[in-house]
């Protein structure tokens, strides 16, 4: 081993996810490719929130540049007004949120459905081996016929 740490494996206090506030305006701004007071009216409107230092300074995570580059794009490109893509957003977040809930309740009913299976095999593993299981006997519309033997007369 060289002493180098691999990153990608390293998980300290400091650790940097796409949602850790790091870029201050004036870099969210040029790395989304939009003016400063643009964010300041994108946060002033709902769209892109940042988080705030304690001294109330905007902080951009990258999940906030690309959301900016979303709104951008939908703006200029698509031709969709800024409430217009406010509700896009809030759908989307929405939708995402939808989708987590399902991925937690299908996770629920797997456990249940296997501690249920659980329990099954251990009801059926208590019964008692000694017994004859019951067997229904089918109906039939047969006809039998009984005549009795004639006693011989001696």
Known sequence: ??????????RGPYELTEETPVYVISVAAQLSGLHP?????????????????????RRYSARDIELLRQVQ???????????????????????AALQS???ELEAALDGAAAAMQQREAAVHASYRRDL???????QTSALVVWRPKRQQQD
């Open 101 to 103: 809930r399902v991925a």
């Open 73 to 95: 794009q939908l703006s200029q490109d698509e031709g969709i007004n800024l409430a217009g893509i406010k509700r896009i957003i809030e759908l989307e977040n929405q939708v």
């Open 1 to 10: 081993m060289d002493g180098r740490r691999r990153v990608d494996n390293w």
């Open 37 to 57: 007071q643009t964010l300041r009216q994108y946060d002033r409107l709902g769209l892109v929130s940042p988080d705030r230092t304690a001294g109330r300074g």
């Open 132 to 138: 004859v299981p019951y067997q229904e006997v089918q």
